[in-house]
């Protein structure tokens, strides 16, 4: 960790700290023989049905979004993994400022394509949807599950975000990322379209569908994924290992350099890879549990190419730390005295 500052806005502090990959590198090379053991990490998912909310979700509701009262949809796990409203809409305007200087644009007036790899209910999808055209000319929102993209698209509607900046493709993550992108270009050569079409709608406004909506290309990935369930928090203080603790299901019948082995799951450092090689800047923002631990974060950049400084921010809301974010894609190192 090479440098720290501290920027407040409404209620929210942020602190900022660099970590140097090379010193990754040599943490790596020591710990080689001191491994941790692949324990599996206890999952306790909320028995909720899911029109039920953990009291403490709810008290913090209009945090999570500030129109909450206007009719906000969430599903159970989008009340426990959206992202605060005032987190989301700072991580946007920084991916907004960052990426002005690390992508080249086809067109002057147009700002960058994000892939929002998790949607979920669409809490960060709605924060880079209220970025000027100029810096995020169209979010592309990709979740699993439809449901979801359809709260996702009805949530988007009550912050007024233009129908045309967002779209909703109902696909498997790691395929879009592993398969239909190629350094930012949409690819269709092992693509087995067909398997993966899915039917086209309009929701609120907006379109929800399959594959076929992808556009050509993207600029930046956004990941927000499942961290394993609520309880992360008891792997302690820096216990949640990237490469370990994350682990992403890949609906692949076949292996890929992604996976670990024929497991078709993708744990969190191949997911960074994977998000890396789908975009041309490598511009990647990572939202990971509080208590990850940074060296596995460094252990990921390593993995995935990635050289020099990352930016990795804490956030608090009213002095809680709640999540924190990586931004790939840049050498921070000059910005670190
Ligand atoms: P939390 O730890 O469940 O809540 O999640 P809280 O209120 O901080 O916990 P406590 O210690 O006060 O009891 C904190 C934040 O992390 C949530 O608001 C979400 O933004 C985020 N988050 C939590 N989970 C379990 C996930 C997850 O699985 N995925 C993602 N992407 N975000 C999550």
């Known amino acids: 960790m090479l440098t720290k500052m501290v920027i407040r806005q409404e209620g929210m502090e942020t602190n900022e700290l660099y970590l140097s990959t090379r ?3 040599r943490i790596k090379i020591r710990n080689i023989f001191r491994r941790n053991s692949n324990r599996p990490i206890r999952v306790i998912y909320p028995i909720l049905s899911p029109y039920e909310v953990h009291d403490k979700y709810w008290a913090q509701r209009r945090r999570l979004f500030s129109r909450f009262d206007e009719g906000i949809m969430l599903d ?6 959206v992202t605060p409203e005032v987190i989301a809409d700072h991580v946007a305007k920084t991916v907004g400022q960052m990426s002005q200087s690390m992508v080249k644009l086809s067109h002057p007036y147009e700002g960058i394509v994000v892939l929002d790899a998790f949607c979920g209910c669409g809490g960060n999808a709605i924060a880079f949807g209220k970025l000027p055209i100029s810096q995020v000319s169209l979010v592309v929102c990709v979740d699993l599950d439809r449901n979801k993209l359809r709260m996702a698209a009805h949530n988007a509607r009550l912050y007024n975000i233009p129908h045309d900046k967002l779209v909703f493709v109902e696909a498997n993550t790691c395929f879009v990322m592993d398969q239909c992108y190629n350094n930012g ?3 269709f050569d092992n693509a087995p379209w067909d398997c993966y079409m899915s039917p086209r709608e309009q929701c609120a406004g907006y379109t929800i569908g399959g594959l076929d909506l992808l556009p050509f290309h993207v600029d930046a990935v956004f990941l927000d994924p499942p961290w394993g369930g609520v309880d992360y928090g008891e792997l302690g203080k820096d216990g949640y290992d990237l490469g370990r603790d994350m682990q992403i299901r890949y609906h692949q019948s076949k292996s890929t350099n992604f996976t670990n082995g ?10 960074l890879k994977m998000a890396a090689s789908a975009t041309r800047s490598k511009l ?7 208590n990850t631990n940074k060296k596995s974060i460094g252990r990921a950049a390593l993995n995935a190419g990635y050289k020099g400084n990352v930016k990795f921010e804490e956030h608090y809301l009213n002095g809680r730390l709640k999540t924190v974010t990586s931004y790939f894609g840049r050498d921070f190192s000059g910005l670190v005295a």
């Open 185 to 187: 270009e949409l690819v």
């Open 262 to 271: 024929d497991s078709g799951l993708v744990d969190g450092s191949g997911l």
């Open 23 to 25: 010193l990754q590198l």
């Open 284 to 290: 990647v923002i990572y939202d990971t549990p509080r």
């Open 76 to 81: 159970s796990e989008g009340w426990y993994s």
